[in-house]
Each structure stands twice: as C-alpha cells, then as structure tokens.
C-alpha cells in the first residue's frame, strides 16, 4: 500500500455466503437464522465450495488485498486444507489461517507451517485463536478452563517459535513438555502471529508472544484504551506490537445507499433467530463477544426500530451482532465516510484492516473500487500538504492541524 494508507486484507467465508446478513453466520448454531428459498428473494445460501471460495480468493487478489482471513471453529471447514488447495489458484495473496492451539501438538504446528511457507512461496499468517466458546471447546475435547486456555496458548506459542529457530528445542510447562522440538527446516520468512483477546488473560500472551494484536470493531475511544493497555504489556516485555482491527463493511457512492443497504439486511432478519443467536452468545465466556453484545444492548431491550438505531458512533453499526458472533460491527457509509473512519482508527495506531461484507464477493469490490482509491486520494492530499515550508522549516498549518486531531483521538 502506498505510505500512509493501512493494510487490508478481506475474509474467506467458509461457513457459507449470502446476500441476507445471516449468511454464513460464525460461532452460532448451524441453522440459526440462515436464509431459505424465499419467494422473490436473491438471498439464497451459497455454500463455500471451492470454486467460490477461489473466486473470492482471486479477487480479493484482484483487488489488492494483502490476505484473506480464513476462519476456525465447528461451522467452518478446515482452514489449512481449504486455503492450501486455494494456493494454486493464486500468485501473490496471503492467508491468514485462523488455528486452536488445543487443538494440535506445537511441534506438529511449527512443522505444518513451515511446509506450508515452502509449499506456498512465503504466504502463511498464524492467526491463533485461543477459544471463547467453553461449549465449542468441548465439542473438540478440550474442557480447560477460560484462564488456563490462555496460558497453554502461551506456552504453545513458545514451543512453536522455539521449534523454528531450527535447533532442538526443550521445554516443560504446566500444559506441554517436549524434548528436542524442532523444524528441521524453519520457515522463511518465519510467519507473522496475529491474535486476540480482550481477557486479562490474554494481554500478558499477547505481549509476550505475537506480532499483531486484533480487536474487534469497537468504538475508537474504546479502541484506544486497548491499545494502550496492550502496548504497555508489550513495553514490560522489550517489545512493540503492531495492532489491526476486525470489521465487516457497507460502502456505497452515498450515504443513504450505504445506510439503505444496511436497512434491507435488517429487515431480513427473523427476531427469533436474533433471540435464538443472543441466547447462544450469552453463554460464552468469551470478554471480547460481551463487549461485542454490549454494544447492541440497548437495542435490544427496546422496540424494533431502524438500522440507525444501531448506529453505536458515527458510521459504525452494530447491526451485524445481532445475529452473528465474533466480529459484530460494520462501516456503513459513503466510500468517502467509511475513509474517514478508517483514518481515525488509524491516527489511534491501527495498521492493518481485516474487513468484509454480505456477500463477501461484491462488497469486497465496493470497498476495494470505492473506499481503497479515496484513501489514497486524500493520503497523496496530506503528503502535498505536508511540505516543509523552505523558508520556516516548519509544517504548513493544515497538516499541523490534522496531526493534533489524530494526537487528541490517540489518547482517548
């Protein structure tokens, strides 16, 4: 991306697509408001066969994007052999691959990324999610407490990382002991560690262990909070972090398309199925998915009212949590707004983008034809501006003007 225009990267839906916001749905009960053959209605299911999912994948490729996200959990299919057979249907995306550190030895982890690094000529991110769903864990035969998942995640991450320095690696925790761990051929470039988690638990791991840390699409006041919090982890630590943010989006040539957009897949939705996936999402023991609902909460003590009512700070829109678990909150706007928002998530010190949208093949050409090119319009307009001055030296005012407005929102 050109200096001063973040990171992006689009989602791979392997649960299923549509054009009904319930399409798809992640870490809610299979059936739990999916859409049917409606008369007169287009939003029917697409299920994620691989020739869609490769259609996605190419032209999220297509478009610039830097990577693709690929999900984890019992509604999805498996994120390491879906994103390996999309390999060969593309030359320069990357994949996110989104893994349970339970679920699989650390060793077998290291090695499995290295060959994939070697297989796919250097285009493997780790996302590693330690797991919010007690009920979902069980299902895959983990029964450790919220707690202790974290600190396993921890030493997980250590094993791997030691594993591909190359050279035999011992160690012995509460949760692991190996001998002699290693990747006898390390990968290069060794893949970057992406990671979330809003726990108490969870900060000192990610300080300790990852490269990026994600946050769900909060407001940039809440945002910034946890930024500070997590970069004064990773100070205690020697490290710095980088910080990324998940969030779907709605992007039209006006507002009021965009917000119509957001009306329409509203109405489609059945408020059953919204109590039916509430119901499900209260039970987690997940601190990130309750901060994900408390953002709605309001709405839904109330009556049914219009998608603005969910409009929680100025063009972000809890709409999408209603139904959905994990990330719930869109940017819904002209390409020129959702810009705008995305600029002040990044003066917060968000880097990287991690964004989608019902369906995820045409939104993702919303956002890449209409909100990517105006980020770089008004970047190219602020580096024109930035010129020192040559007879002051100083900055011309109106770029002076824009830092001390990120300045002010960077600090909450």
């Known amino acids: 991306m050109t200096a001063g225009v973040p990171r992006f990267h689009w989602f791979l839906p392997t649960t299923g697509d549509s054009r009904a916001l319930v399409g798809g749905g992640h870490s809610v009960p299979a059936g739990v408001g999916r859409p049917g053959d409606r008369p007169g209605s287009a939003d029917r299911v697409r299920p994620p066969d691989i020739d869609y999912l490769a259609q996605i994948a190419r032209s999220a490729e297509q478009l610039g994007f830097e990577a693709v996200l690929t999900p984890t959990g019992t509604w999805c299919e498996d994120a390491w052999l879906v994103t390996a057979a999309l390999l060969r249907e593309t030359s320069r995306l990357k994949f996110l691959v989104a893994f349970r550190p339970g679920f699989v030895a650390p060793t077998l982890a290291a090695q499995m990324a290295a060959t994939y690094q070697r297989i796919s000529g250097g285009r493997l991110l780790l996302n590693v999610v330690t ?8 299902r895959f035969g983990d029964h450790l407490p919220h707690a202790d998942r974290y600190a396993r995640t921890g030493e997980f991450l250590e094993i791997v990382r030691g594993a591909w320095s190359g050279e035999p690696f011992d160690f012995e925790g509460e949760h692991y002991r190996v001998e002699g761990a290693v990747a006898p051929r390390p990968p290069d470039p060794l893949p970057e560690i992406y990671f979330g988690g809003s726990s108490q638990a969870a900060g000192p791991v990610a300080a300790r262990h990852v490269d990026v840390y994600l946050t769900w699409g909060e407001p940039p006041e809440q945002v910034a909070a946890k930024i500070a919090w997590m970069r004064g982890l990773a100070a205690a630590e020697g ?53 994900m609902r408390e953002l709605h909460e309001s709405y839904r003590a109330g009556a049914r009212g219009p998608a603005r009512d969910l409009e929680i700070y100025p063009n972000l829109w809890a709409g999408v949590g209603l139904v959905r678990g994990g990330a719930g909150t869109a940017l819904v706007g002209s390409h020129t707004e959702v810009a705008e928002r995305i600029e002040e998530y990044a003066a917060l010190g968000i880097e990287e983008f991690i964004m989608s949208g019902y369906p995820h093949l045409e939104e993702a050409y919303w956002f890449a034809e209409g909100v990517i090119p105006e980020l770089h319009r008004r970047a190219a307009a602020a580096s024109a501006a930035s010129v020192v001055s040559p007879v002051s030296g100083e900055p011309r005012p109106a770029v002076a003007e824009r830092h001390a407005e990120a300045t002010a929102a960077s600090t909450g």
Do not use: K, N
Request: hydrophobic share 35%; glycine share 10%; charged share 30%.
């Open 131 to 138: 797991g919010g769903e007690s009920a979902e864990q069980r």
């Open 239 to 291: 490290r710095e972090l980088r910080f990324g943010i998940r969030l779907h989006t709605i992007s039209r040539d006006t507002s009021e398309a965009a917000w119509g957009e957001a009306r329409r897949l509203l109405d489609g939705v059945d408020p059953s199925h919204v109590e039916q996936a509430q119901q499900a999402l209260a039970a987690s023991d997940s601190v990130g998915q309750r901060r």
